[in-house]
DNA sequence: GCTAATCTCTGTATCGATACAGACTGGATC
DNA sequence: GATCCAGTCTGTATCGATACAGAGATTAGC
C-alpha cells in the first residue's frame, strides 16, 4: 500500500494540512518545514497528493474531454479530425490540462454513461451525427462545452466554434457550376441515419437531419438553384460513413448510367478522395471526365490536386479548446466563425460540350 | 448547485447506499424502488453519481493515460503517432476505457508534476525522448505502465511492446549495402540531446542515449560493418526533432560536398520524406541520383515511392493498451516483439558507378 | 510595554460517493 | 414450529485529500 498525505504527517510530526501546503502551497509553510517534509515523502515513497482526491475536494479536474460522436478510432483515420485534435491538443498544452478522449460504446445507453462518467471539467464535441443526446448530458452535469456544428436551440452560454457552412458550400458548387456543370452529384456522409450506399431521393434538403450536413448540401443547392438547376435534378448520394471506401461504394455504377453527372460534389475530402479512387479503378480508357470537389483542405487534397474549400482545422480545435478552458465575458465572443477559401486545383474543369 | 446523491436519497426516502445502488448495483433492489429513484433523480436534475467520488472510493479510475515524451502537438504531426494512437483508442473503445493524453510542459520539474497529476489508472508510454524520469514517476506512483523502447532496467513486471530495431534496420542497410553503396549518410531524430541540425561526429554508436535511436542506428551500422565500412567512415546526421523540416535542415548542403553520400539512411519515414524534399528542391539539373530509405511505413511513404522498414503501428498502439488493460498472466507474455518487414520501392537503386 | 501585524501551523469540516456487515421480511424446508 | 435462506434495504466507516477559521509565536511600531 501506498504511504498516504496522513502518513508522511506522521512521520515527520506535523498536521495533514501542512504536508499538503507542503505541495500545493510552498508559501504557507517555512522554507525549512517543506525541505524536511518532502524529504520524509521521498523516503516513505509518498507519491505525491491523490490526483483524485485532489479532484474530488478542489472540485476540478484538470482535464478536458472531447467527444467524437463516432466511434473513436474513426477519429485517428479522418485527416480533419486528426488536425482538430492537434489544434486541441496545442490549446491544452498551453493551458497545463488534459485531454481526455471518451470512446463511445455503439448502445445508446452505454454511451451515455460513457459521457455521465467522464471525469472532466468540460467537453469539446466534435460533431460527427447526431449529438443531442450527448449535449443533453453534459448540460444535465452542468459542464461548460464547446460545440463545431451549428444549433438553433443554442442556450446563450453554450459556445461554438465553425465556419458558414452552407456559404462555404456555395462557394465551391458556384464555380462548379461556373465551369458549366449542370448534371451534378452531391454525395456526402449521413445523409439519412443508416442509410445505404449510393443514391437517394429527398424531397427536399430540409430532411437532412446532421446540421453540418445539412449546411453543406443546402450551400451546394443553392448555387445550383441560381443557375436554374433544382433540387430534384441534382442526384444525392449518400456515404454510411467518411471514408474513401464508403465513397467509392457510393459512386459504384454512376457514371455508367445513361447521362450521368459530370461532377460530383463531396461534403469532405476524405468522400472526394474516394471518388477519385473510383475513377481511378476505371480502365484508362474508360475514365469519364468528371470534376471532383471536396471539403476541408487536408492535406491529402493538394497531394490529389483536389479542388476543394479550406477550413482552418488545427484553429477550429485550438479555437474550441480556448472557449472552454478561458470562457470570454463576451458570451458574444463565445460563437466564433471562422474563415473559409475557396481552393481550385486540377480536378475541375470546363463541362464537356454535350 | 447540483443535487448530490444525498439529496435523491431524501427525495425518495431511503438511504445514500440504496441510490447508489440503484446505479452501480440494480441486482441488490428491487426493480420497482430503482425506478422510483431514477424517476426522482431525473426530476431533481441528479446528473448521476460524480466521476470523481467515484473514483475515490472504488480505487481507480477508468482511463488510462499516454504519455508522449515530447510536446503533445507533435503527436498529432506524426502519422506514425497517429496510427498508434488509433491503436490504442481501439483497444480502450473495446474496453470501455477513456484515454488521458498528458500533455508535457518543457520544464522538468512540471513535466514531473504533470505525470503525478494524472489521474489515470495506467501509462501507455510512447518513448520519443528521454523518458526515464517518466518511468521513475510512475513506479513511484505504483501504476503499471506499457513501453515501446526496449530497456535494459525493465523490471519483471514491466510490460513492453516494440520490434527488434537493430534486427530491422539492418535488413534496410544491408538492402542498400547490397546494392554498392559505401559512401552513406546516416540521419536520425536527436541523435545527442539538443544538438543542432547536421552532421555530428560520434565516436561509436553507443554513445546515442535513446534506446530507440540508438537500436536503428547500430543496426546501419552493423550492416555496412559487415561489408568493410566502420562507423568512422559513415557520415552522422542529426535533426532536432522528427519533422520533414528537421530532416531538410539537416542535410542542407550535404549534397555540395565533395564525395558526398550515395545513400541516406533516415531513422523515420517523416525524415526520409524531408530528405526528399530537400533533394527535390533543387534544380532538375542537379539532383544527385541519391537512394533514401525511412522507418516505420507510414501511409504517405508508399505515395512517395519510399523504400522503408515497415512496422505494424496501430497493433503496437492496441498491443500496448491490451497489456495495460488486460495484463497477461504469464510476465514473459509481457514482452511482445512485432515482426517488421522491408518494403523496397524506387527511392533506391544501386549505387552510381565511380 | 502594549497593540497590531505577520508568519506558521493545527483542527475540523467537507468534497460525493461505495463497501461491507448486518437488520429485517417473508416464504420455503423439514 | 423452528430453521434457513434469499431478497431488500440501512448505517457506518472509509477513500485521500483541501479549505478555512483560528491558535500561538514572533516581530514591528510607537
Known sequence: MKPTLQ?????????????????????????????????????????????TARSLRR?????????????LSYAFTDPFAVRFLAGV????????????????????????????????????VYCVADEEWALDVIRQRGLPFVSTAPRDDAGPDERFVGIDERAAAHSVAAHVAGLGHRRVALLADSVLLDAPAGPL?????DQVPHPTTHGRLAGFADAFAEVGVDWAELTLLNAPGNSRQAAAAAVAGLFDR????????AGSDVLALGVLDALAERPAGDRPPVSVTGFDDVPEAAAA????????????GRIAAELLLDPPADPAAGHVLLPTALVVRASTGPAPRS
Open 89 to 124: 491538443g496545442a490549446a491544452t498544452e498551453r493551458h497545463g490540462t488534459s485531454m481526455l478522449l471518451v470512446p463511445l460504446p455503439p448502445a445508446q445507453t452505454d454511451a451515455r454513461r460513457a459521457v455521465e462518467n467522464a471525469a472532466v471539467d468540460g467537453f469539446c
Open 305 to 316: 490536386g483536389l479542388t476543394t474549400v479550406r477550413q482552418p482545422a488545427e484553429e477550429k
Open 7 to 51: 502518513a508522511v504527517a506522521d512521520a515527520v510530526g506535523v498536521s495533514r494540512s501542512t504536508v499538503s501546503n507542503a505541495y500545493s502551497r510552498p508559501d504557507q509553510l517555512s522554507a525549512a518545514l517543506r525541505e524536511r517534509i518532502l524529504d520524509a515523502a521521498r523516503q516513505l515513497g509518498y507519491p505525491g497528493p491523490n490526483p
Open 59 to 71: 472540485g476540478f479536474v484538470g482535464s478536458i474531454g472531447v467527444l467524437f460522436t463516432s466511434q
Open 201 to 205: 431521393t429527398l424531397s427536399g434538403v
Open 258 to 265: 445513361p447521362a450521368p453527372p459530370t461532377a460530383v460534389l
